[in-house]
């Protein structure tokens, strides 16, 4: 069992910046598959950012060079640096983790998610 609790989001002006943290309890941080996903009002819930157990990456295309996923697992923490954040990334952002994102068998823990809102 995991327990995820995110913090950091808020509200920015077009251009800014905000580190999205998401804090992990109960089992090992370090064997999950850790990922950001967003939903936006009336829009189905997508993936951000993935960093898998051994350390690589992916993105989706939207925030390609703008955002940056890490982990900590000393600290069972992952984080979400986002820059040059635009108003289309305004969302609900949750934290999840996947015993095995390549496994269609995998389970998975989610977050309460964080509230981002880019506006001037």
């Known amino acids: 069992q995991v327990q995820l609790v995110e913090s950091g989001g808020g509200l920015v002006q077009p251009g800014g910046s905000l580190r999205l943290s998401c804090a992990a309890s109960?089992?090992?941080?370090?064997?999950?598959?850790m990922g950001w996903y967003r939903q936006a009002p009336g829009k189905q819930r997508e993936l951000v950012a993935l960093?898998?157990?051994?350390?690589?990456?992916d993105y989706a295309h939207s925030v390609k060079g703008r955002f940056t996923i890490s982990r900590d697992n000393a600290k069972n923490t992952m984080y979400l640096q986002m820059n040059s954040l635009k108003p289309d990334d305004t969302a609900v952002y949750f934290c999840?983790?996947?015993?095995?994102?390549?496994?269609?068998?995998?389970?998975?823990?989610w977050g309460q998610g964080t509230q981002v809102t880019v506006s001037s």
């Open positions: 109960g089992s090992a941080f370090s064997i999950y598959d």
């Open positions: 960093i898998t157990s051994g350390g690589s990456t």
């Open positions: 999840n983790a996947n015993s095995d994102v390549r496994d269609p068998d995998s389970y998975d823990y």
